[in-house]
Structure formats: structure tokens, C-alpha cells
């Protein structure tokens, strides 16, 4: 029984699962080991499946628990990555620099800070209601709505400098 | 872009929209063969959606089987092998003398066994040495009585 939920629920979540690893720890090679370990440490707790409201959320919750954890064992790496980032986004802020468009916003998504980037993630790509980005985040409801909010204000304002300055036309 | 969008699109910079009309929207932006900044965004989005992993996760289920079956097929192996390495301990503990008086008894008797195979040897050579010879020695009376 408990296999077959974990078949059922949480095995066709493991691209979604993947994807989200992706967006914080940006290296496919580790956000593929962190949700290798995410699916074993699940299926050890596979009896707990059928008592979980929403087996897809609580799967997306662990995710981000262990990429954090991750995040904690190999600091310098991350931060590595984050400087990186940072310089990405002056020079997109300053005079778009990128010639191509869809990379220009990739590096946008990119950049947000990670909180941010996080909710836009589960919102934009992943398609989940407010009320479940919220209970994986451990955020409310305004919290998260807000964050959304200024995410995409700030996506318009750089949309808005990009087409005014048509530097891809 | 015709209104509607627009109007949804407006409503979606501005965080109103629900999931379903997130969804229309970015289905009918992501598609569209539109050069906007707008349309390259609805298409980056959908190009992330369709990011997975190059490796395929293993079931874990299947992945402790495996071990299993790893850690099975290694007790056999050590099973086997240790077995045979008692079973050559035994037999070759069976040929091994302890006292030193027997052990140079049964040493002299094999040294007797080899020499006296050596000496049939000799006496073998010595005839076969004579086999060699007796040609020889038929030519040589034949020519000695072909010159008288």
C-alpha cells in the first residue's frame, strides 16, 4: 500500500522535484543527488504517505530542507555562485548587456534574491497554488502573495527597459 | 495580441491572476511567434518547465534490492571460497609428518626409489649406446674383409 502511493504520488513528482533543487543550488549534477537522497529518505518514511494532506508539497518541503542542508556542507561553493550571480544582474541592471533576450531574462530569474527566486519558481514554473508555496516555504499567504508581487514588478520595470532600448531588435 | 491577453496580461504584472489564468496566459505567450520582451519571457518560463535531469533517478525500492542482492552474492562468493580454502588446509595436512625419524625414514625411501630408477636408467642408456654402436661395427667387418 504504502509503495503504492510512493509510486503513485511521489514518484511522478521527481521532475518537479529536480527543477525546484535546480533553482537553488543551480548545478544539475548536485540538485540530481539531492533529490536521489530526497526519494530515498521518502521512501524510508513511505508509511507516513497516506497521513499527508498533500504528499506533492511535502515532497517539494523536503526538497528544499535537503538542498539547504546541502547548502550547509558546501557553503563556499554557493557563495561562489552567488558572487557570480551578483555581477550578472549589475550588468544586466546597468545597460543590458545581453544580446539575446531569453538569456537576458533566464540571468533575471537567475538573480532574484533567493527567496524570491524560490517563490517565483513554484509559481511560474511549477504552476502551485499560493497556499501550498506558502507551506513549503513556511511562509504566509501575504507573504507570499507580496513577494510574487514585487518579483514581477521588477521583471516588468527590466521588460520595460529592454523593449524601450530594443537592444534585441 | 488581442485585448483579452492584454488585459490578462495587465492583471498579471500586477499579481491578480489565479492559476488557470496563469496558465492560458502563459500557454498563448509561450507559443505565439512574437519577438516581445513579454513573449521571450512566457518563453523562457515554458523552456524551464521543461528541464530534467540527464541521469534517471532510481526507484529506492529497486536501489535496496540491489543491495541485497550485492551483499547476498558476496556471502556466497566468501562462502565458496573460504570452503575451499579449509578443504586445502585439510588435505594438505594430511601429507604432513610430524616426527623427525619418519620423516627421514620416508625421505630415505623416496631417495632410494629415485636412485634406483637412475640406475635403470643407466643400464637402459648403456644398451641403447651398444644399439648405436653395432651398425658401426657391421660396416666396419665388412670393409675390413672387402679389402682382404
Given at each position: 500500500?504504502?509503495?503504492?502511493?510512493?509510486?503513485?504520488?511521489?514518484?511522478?513528482?521527481?521532475?518537479?522535484?529536480?527543477?525546484?533543487?535546480?533553482?537553488?543550488?543551480?548545478?544539475?549534477?548536485?540538485?540530481?543527488?539531492?533529490?536521489?537522497?530526497c526519494l530515498i529518505k521518502i521512501w524510508k518514511k513511505r508509511q507516513m504517505i497516506s497521513t499527508i494532506d498533500n504528499p506533492e508539497s511535502w515532497a517539494m518541503r523536503i526538497t528544499r530542507n535537503q538542498c539547504y542542508d546541502w547548502v550547509k556542507v558546501n557553503r563556499y561553493n554557493l557563495l561562489q555562485v552567488e558572487k557570480s550571480d551578483q555581477a550578472d544582474i549589475n550588468s544586466a541592471d546597468q545597460e543590458l548587456l545581453f544580446k539575446d533576450r531569453e538569456v537576458w531574462l533566464n540571468k533575471i530569474i537567475d538573480t532574484l534574491p533567493a527567496k524570491h527566486r524560490e517563490i517565483f519558481h513554484l509559481r511560474e514554473v511549477e504552476e502551485l497554488a499560493y497556499q501550498e508555496i506558502a507551506d513549503i516555504l513556511s511562509l504566509t499567504l501575504g507573504e507570499v502573495k507580496i513577494s510574487l508581487f514585487r518579483t514581477r514588478e521588477k521583471i516588468k520595470e527590466l521588460i520595460n527597459k529592454l523593449d524601450t532600448y530594443g537592444l534585441a531588435n | 495580441m488581442d485585448s483579452r491577453t492584454k488585459l490578462l496580461l495587465e492583471k498579471y504584472w500586477r499579481a491578480e491572476t489565479s492559476t488557470a489564468e496563469e496558465r492560458l496566459l502563459k500557454e498563448q505567450l509561450g507559443t505565439v511567434q512574437e519577438a516581445s520582451a513579454e513573449a521571450n519571457y512566457f518563453k523562457a518560463i515554458?523552456?524551464?518547465?521543461?528541464?530534467?535531469?540527464?541521469?534517471?533517478?532510481?526507484?529506492?525500492?529497486?536501489?535496496?534490492?540491489?543491495?541485497?542482492?550485492?551483499?547476498?552474492?558476496?556471502?556466497?562468493?566468501?562462502?565458496?571460497?573460504?570452503?575451499?580454502?579449509?578443504?586445502?588446509?585439510?588435505?594438505?595436512?594430511?601429507?604432513?609428518?610430524?616426527?623427525?625419524?619418519?620423516?627421514?625414514?620416508?625421505?630415505?625411501?623416496?631417495?632410494?626409489?629415485?636412485?634406483?630408477?637412475?640406475?635403470?636408467?643407466?643400464?637402459?642408456?648403456?644398451y641403447q649406446l651398444n644399439q648405436i654402436n653395432k651398425p658401426k661395427e657391421i660396416i666396419t667387418n665388412k670393409s675390413n674383409s672387402n679389402i682382404y
Open positions: 500500500m504504502s509503495k503504492e502511493l510512493f509510486d503513485t504520488r511521489i514518484m511522478p513528482v521527481r521532475d518537479k522535484m529536480y527543477r525546484y533543487a535546480l533553482s537553488i543550488l543551480k548545478s544539475p549534477d548536485n540538485a540530481h543527488d539531492v533529490v536521489q537522497e | 515554458d523552456r524551464r518547465k521543461q528541464q530534467v535531469s540527464e541521469i534517471s533517478f532510481q526507484h529506492p525500492g529497486k536501489r535496496i534490492y540491489y543491495w541485497y542482492v550485492t551483499i547476498a552474492a558476496s556471502l556466497v562468493i566468501g562462502l565458496l571460497v573460504g570452503t575451499g580454502l579449509w578443504q586445502r588446509q585439510q588435505s594438505s595436512s594430511e601429507y604432513t609428518v610430524h616426527d623427525p625419524e619418519i620423516a627421514l625414514e620416508l625421505t630415505r625411501n623416496a631417495l632410494l626409489m629415485v636412485s634406483s630408477g637412475l640406475n635403470e636408467g643407466k643400464d637402459l642408456s648403456a
